[in-house]
């Protein structure tokens, strides 16, 4: 009886590790707050925009199971004069494009916070009334530049969550290179991981039953 408990114990072990299944992130998985103070975004990745001329930009794009999250600074060594730029946010999920346009960015004042609002232009111009997104110009010596910060729900888009979903941005105001989200949930490799030792541990509990014997 306990040689059959053990392979089956090996059995699931190398189940759960073969296993395809997708474990989507869990909602406010990055702990990002729309704030206008992007501390939040110090670990995690960015990445560099730019052309052969002019500042490089950095950008950073996450997606969980209920949101997208951008980040995106005119300079990044903050050091640059570059003003906003509003038009032409591409963000790609699945095949479906919206072309993001960002209102009441226009007078930003400096050194402080501007709440703006995303408008989706890829088919009318439809309003993001319950996405969020702050954008802040930083302003002194030899440098004048904004960061902005969004956070946009699927279902304001009609679109799916993240899983099984390829989501991109690309912002050729700013430079041609295309940001892939950064999704917030190794479950996949979590549950692979648990599979493989339970599955080591069976064999290793048979051999030793084995060698008693």
């Not at 072990?13 to 501390?39: H, Q, R």
Request: proline share 4%; aromatic share 12%; charged share 25%.
């Amino acid at each position: 009886m306990r040689k059959i408990i053990f392979t089956l114990m090996i059995l699931f072990g190398v189940g759960m590790s073969l296993e395809p299944t997708v474990v989507s992130a869990a909602t406010d998985d990055f702990n990002i707050k729309i704030d206008g103070k992007f501390s939040d975004w110090d670990d995690k990745p960015k990445h560099d925009v730019y052309y052969d001329f002019g500042p490089v930009k950095e950008a950073s794009l996450l997606a969980d199971d209920k949101y997208i999250y951008y980040y995106v600074s005119t300079s990044k060594s903050h050091k640059d004069n570059l003003g906003f730029q509003t038009v032409d946010y591409q963000l790609k999920i699945g095949n479906r494009l919206h072309v993001i346009y960002v209102k009441n960015a226009w007078d930003i004042k400096p050194n402080q916070n501007t709440k703006v609002l995303l408008q989706d232009t890829s088919n009318g111009d439809r309003n993001l009334v319950n996405s969020s997104a702050i954008v802040h110009r930083f302003v002194g010596p030899g440098y004048d530049y904004a960061v902005m910060e969004c956070r946009i729900p699927y279902e304001e888009l009609d679109a799916a969550s993240m899983s099984g979903q390829d989501i991109s941005m690309k912002t050729p105001q700013l430079g041609m290179q295309i940001i892939t989200a950064v999704g917030g949930s190794t479950g996949p490799y979590v549950l692979a991981g648990v599979g493989v030792v339970i599955a080591a541990f069976g064999i290793f509990k048979y051999r030793k039953r084995k060698i008693i014997k």
